[in-house]
């Protein structure tokens, strides 16, 4: 391939990495904590824990899990927003050689049990908000062992009871719940220390984490990624943010939640490396409790999706706080709107740049350089050891700024789809480039463009939403005969899902069909918009158009 981005490579940034020295993320980890021990990693609800601290918690973790039996390869399920208990957890099922399985918190109880069977998870950590989902479906699962935390319980004994109590009983965001024979996660990690933790042997095409997507298409399934996809993508981001970032000196905001592989790879692992401070935002959507709480730190890196950035430009308070110290803003997950981005420049100082990623990438395929001073509509440069190619239907590279699909090949893409090994050959050119199901194109200095989704999918804030889900979902109240979910234009969340229905029953009304996709989807899923139609349009086999009704409004 003509390595054309070369051209425009950032200075400083080497063209390839090298992780051969990085025998697992454990690694990465431990170096980490040993070179910044005293240090604080993370923040949350303004309770602070250092490198050293969290070495020694996951540590504990690991030690509950091989005190249960759990072998190498095991799944653990993480279903929580941003808590103390995320990384620990993370951490300490990595330590005990197990593999991790992260869930969100808002799936519908039809949603988790899915990825529990599909994954085989035997262990789970669950916020006790969403105890109650758990325990409608885990009959059905193959779980042994079930560690209910409550939102405090890492925030010390009089902080912590006091955030529980309002939890449970203020706002009464707590549905009552029982699972018999579960544990709280500080007396997990108790008899994890008087267990002790065993070192595993760790290899680097050893799966650490099972990332649930649609892929490009279909069902929810989990993207295999090994030590070596997830270790590599955090030494090229690594390589890309140095030439800017300070080792010790960085507070990076996580508002993104820590499940999503965005947050995930860049905030969680990747300024772990450098010994920066996490500040955890428990609950992005509460944007007044956000600015608050970035008030009180000299916040240096931000990362966000389009929306995120959008909600907080439209906070009084927002455009009030010191942007003084503010280093560097990266958009991903999504596209980011060109206003937005010129607002957020003029708001902050700080321009607002792209990345462009999937989850089978672990996510990093482009970032744009760092040091550029205006947004430019690019998703980037091809990061170090990642090759980029634009491709017609037929597989064949198309030249110079033609459009085709984005097919991207390097060290952190996915080892393949979890127990689905048809899908994972369909995912892949016979050359070993992904099909990512996004068209785009590459300019002359080599920047990559995206211009629309190849496949069906819809971009709710940055989360995919598959059509098929959301069809099946309708389909199943009696008063519909068809359905057909599309995206639309949504100014706050980028698209939202618009269905057209034709009605079994004439007395179903557009609210009926939400009320009832409430139970079967989360939030982000369920249809904003509803049309309906006396028939739909049809392929000459009998398959539904959806390009029709997209170009039909």
């Known amino acids: ?223 295999m990624l090994t030590h070596a996809n997830i270790a590599s993508n955090v030494v090229q981001a690594h390589a890309w943010i140095s030439p800017v970032v300070r080792e010790g000196q960085e507070l990076i905001v996580t508002a993104l939640p820590l499940y999503h592989i965005f947050a995930l790879t860049a905030n969680c692992l990747t300024f772990l490396m450098i010994g920066a401070k996490n500040l955890l935002i428990v609950n992005p959507r509460d944007i007044p409790g956000f600015v608050k709480e970035w008030a009180k730190y000299p916040v240096t890196v931000v990362t966000g999706v389009n929306t995120l950035f959008n909600a907080l430009l439209n906070n009084d308070d927002f455009h009030k706080l010191d942007f003084s110290t503010m280093r560097v803003t990266l958009g991903g997950g999504m596209a980011v709107q060109a206003p937005v981005a010129e607002r957020w420049l003029q708001t902050t100082g700080v321009p607002l740049l792209q990345a462009y990623g999937l989850t089978e990438t672990s996510p990093a395929a482009t970032i744009n350089p760092l040091d550029m001073h205006e947004f430019n509509g690019a998703i980037g440069l091809p990061i170090s050891s990642t090759e980029i190619v634009i491709r017609d239907d037929d597989g064949i590279d198309v030249p110079g700024r033609q459009v085709g699909e984005i097919c991207i090949r390097g060290p952190q893409v996915m080892k393949g789809y979890w127990n689905r090994p048809g899908e994972t050959e369909n995912a892949f050119h016979p050359d070993g480039y992904l099909r990512t199901g996004d068209m785009g194109y590459i300019d002359e200095n080599g920047f990559v463009f995206l211009v629309d989704r190849k496949k069906d999918m819809i971009l709710v804030s940055g989360f995919n939403v598959y059509p098929n889900e959301v069809e099946e979902a309708v389909a199943m109240h009696p008063g519909v005969i068809d359905v057909a979910a599309i995206g639309v234009p949504d100014e706050r969340s980028g698209e939202a899902v618009k269905i057209f229905v034709v009605r079994k029953d004439p007395r179903v009304t557009e609210q009926d069909l939400i009320e009832h996709c409430r139970g079967l989807l989360t939030g982000y899923k369920i249809p904003r918009h509803v049309e309906f139609r006396d028939d739909l349009p049809r392929t000459n086999v009998g398959k539904i158009l959806r390009r029709a009704l997209k170009e039909q409004g």
């Not at 050293?52 to 927003?81: H, N, T």
């Not at 300490?92 to 050689?97: D, H, I, V």
């Not at 699962?141 to 203020?170: D, F």
Request: glycine letters at 8%; aromatic letters at 8%.
């Open 1 to 223: 391939m003509d390595r054309i981005w070369l051209k425009s490579y950032p200075q400083g940034v080497p063209s390839d990495i090298d992780i051969e020295h990085i025998p697992s993320l454990v690694a990465l980890f431990e170096d980490a904590c040993r070179k910044y021990a005293d240090k604080v990693a993370y923040i949350s609800m303004g309770k602070e824990m250092t490198y050293r601290q969290l070495d020694e918690d996951s540590r504990a973790f690991a030690g509950w899990l091989q005190s249960l039996g759990l072998q190498k390869g095991e799944r653990v399920a993480l279903m929580m927003p941003n808590l103390l208990q995320y990384p620990v957890a993370l951490f300490g099922t990595l330590r005990a050689g197990c593999v991790v399985v992260n869930c969100n918190p808002l799936y519908t109880p039809r949603e988790l049990e899915h990825q529990l069977k599909d994954s085989g998870a035997t262990a789970i950590v669950i916020v006790e908000n969403f105890a109650a989902t758990l325990q409608q479906v885990i009959g059905h699962t193959a779980l042994k062992h079930v560690v209910v935390t409550p939102l405090g319980e890492m925030l010390g004994a009089l902080k912590g009871t006091l955030v529980n109590l309002a939890v449970r009983h203020v706002k009464k965001m707590v549905p009552a719940w029982s699972l018999p024979g579960s544990l709280r996660f500080n007396a997990a990690l108790a008899a994890g220390r008087a267990h002790g933790w065993k070192r595993v042997a760790l290899d680097r095409d050893d799966i650490a984490f099972l990332q649930y997507t649609g892929g490009t298409t279909g069902v929810s399934k989990g993207a």
